[in-house]
C-alpha cells in the first residue's frame, strides 16, 4: 500500500516528466546516485587525512553536493559562493560574485563543486577569485561537462558525466529558475 506522501512524490515528478518542455531523460535518478557514489569514493580516497572544504556553487550545485556529503564518511567542512551568469538558456559571458565564502580558505584543501562545465566562463572567474587566497590545493568536482561550448579551458579533476551540447535541466540544473527538483538530468525541448 502506498501512502498519501509517496502518491504525492510520484505524480508530482509524472506531472513534470509530462512537462512539454522536457524532451527526455539523459541521466537517469540510479545512474546519478551511482557515479556521485564513485566520485565520493573518488574524493575519499584522494583527501584522507586531509580535512577538505567542498564549496558548492549556488544554486545549481544543491542536489549534487547534498548527495556528495552523504557520500563521504570524513571529516570535512563546506561552504559556498554565488554567482551570477545566465538569464535563460545563453550566458551573457558577464559573470558576477553575489555572495562570498563565510570562512578564509587559506592553507586549506579545496573542492570547487559546480553542476556543469558549459563555456568555462564562471570556472574560470571562481578559480581566479579562490587562488588569490592561497588555498593549500585547489581541484573542481563538476558533475556534468559540456565539452563542445568551452571558450577556457580548465582542468576538472573530478567529472561525473560528458554530455553533448544539449540544455539540461533538473538535478540542481534549471531553466528560468524551473526544474532544480526533478531527481533525474533531462533535457529541454526548445522552441
Ligand atoms: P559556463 O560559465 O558557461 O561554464 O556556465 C556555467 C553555468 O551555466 C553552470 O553553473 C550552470 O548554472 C549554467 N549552465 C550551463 N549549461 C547549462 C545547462 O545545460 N543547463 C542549465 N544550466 C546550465
Same mark, same amino acid.
Given at each position: 500500500?502506498?501512502?498519501?506522501?509517496?502518491?504525492?512524490?510520484?505524480?508530482?515528478?509524472?506531472?513534470?516528466?509530462?512537462?512539454?518542455?522536457?524532451?527526455?531523460?539523459?541521466?537517469?535518478?540510479?545512474?546519478?546516485?551511482?557515479?556521485?557514489?564513485?566520485?565520493?569514493?573518488?574524493?575519499?580516497?584522494?583527501?584522507?587525512?586531509?580535512?577538505?572544504?567542498?564549496?558548492?556553487?549556488?544554486?545549481?550545485?544543491?542536489?549534487?553536493?547534498?548527495?556528495?556529503?552523504?557520500?563521504?564518511?570524513?571529516?570535512?567542512?563546506?561552504?559556498?559562493?554565488?554567482?551570477?551568469?545566465?538569464?535563460?538558456?545563453?550566458?551573457?559571458?558577464?559573470?558576477?560574485?553575489?555572495?562570498?565564502?563565510?570562512?578564509?580558505?587559506?592553507?586549506?584543501?579545496?573542492?570547487?563543486?559546480? =553542476?556543469?562545465?558549459?563555456? #568555462?566562463?564562471? $570556472?574560470? !572567474?571562481?578559480? &581566479?577569485?579562490?587562488?588569490?587566497?592561497?588555498?593549500? %590545493? +585547489?581541484?573542481?568536482?563538476?558533475?556534468?561537462?559540456?565539452?563542445?561550448?568551452?571558450?577556457?579551458?580548465?582542468?576538472?579533476?573530478?567529472?561525473?558525466?560528458?554530455?553533448? =551540447?544539449?540544455?539540461?535541466? #533538473?538535478?540542481? $540544473?534549471? !531553466?528560468?529558475? &524551473?526544474?532544480?527538483?526533478?531527481?533525474?538530468?533531462? %533535457? +529541454?525541448?526548445?522552441?
Amino acid at each position: 500500500m502506498t501512502t498519501n506522501a509517496e502518491n504525492a512524490a510520484s505524480s508530482d515528478i509524472v506531472d513534470i516528466v509530462q512537462d512539454p518542455a522536457i524532451a527526455e531523460i539523459r541521466i537517469s535518478e540510479a545512474q546519478l546516485q551511482a557515479r556521485v557514489c564513485e566520485l565520493a569514493d573518488a574524493l575519499s580516497a584522494d583527501y584522507a587525512g586531509k580535512c577538505p572544504v567542498l564549496v558548492g556553487i549556488l544554486r545549481g550545485s544543491i542536489m549534487f553536493l547534498a548527495d556528495l556529503l552523504r557520500y563521504l564518511d570524513m571529516p570535512l567542512e563546506i561552504d559556498f559562493l554565488a554567482i551570477s551568469s545566465y538569464v535563460g538558456r545563453d550566458s551573457s559571458g558577464v559573470v558576477r560574485l553575489l555572495k562570498d565564502l563565510d570562512r578564509s580558505i587559506t592553507g586549506k584543501h579545496v573542492v570547487l563543486v559546480e =553542476d556543469i562545465i558549459d563555456t #568555462g566562463l564562471t $570556472l574560470n !572567474y571562481v578559480l &581566479r577569485i579562490l587562488r588569490a587566497r592561497a588555498p593549500a %590545493s +585547489l581541484e573542481v568536482c563538476s558533475l556534468l561537462d559540456k565539452p563542445a561550448r568551452r571558450l577556457v579551458e580548465q582542468q576538472i579533476k573530478y567529472v561525473g558525466f560528458h554530455i553533448p =551540447d544539449v540544455f539540461v535541466v #533538473g538535478y540542481g $540544473l534549471d !531553466y528560468n529558475q &524551473r526544474y532544480r527538483n526533478l531527481p533525474f538530468i533531462g %533535457s +529541454l525541448r526548445m522552441p
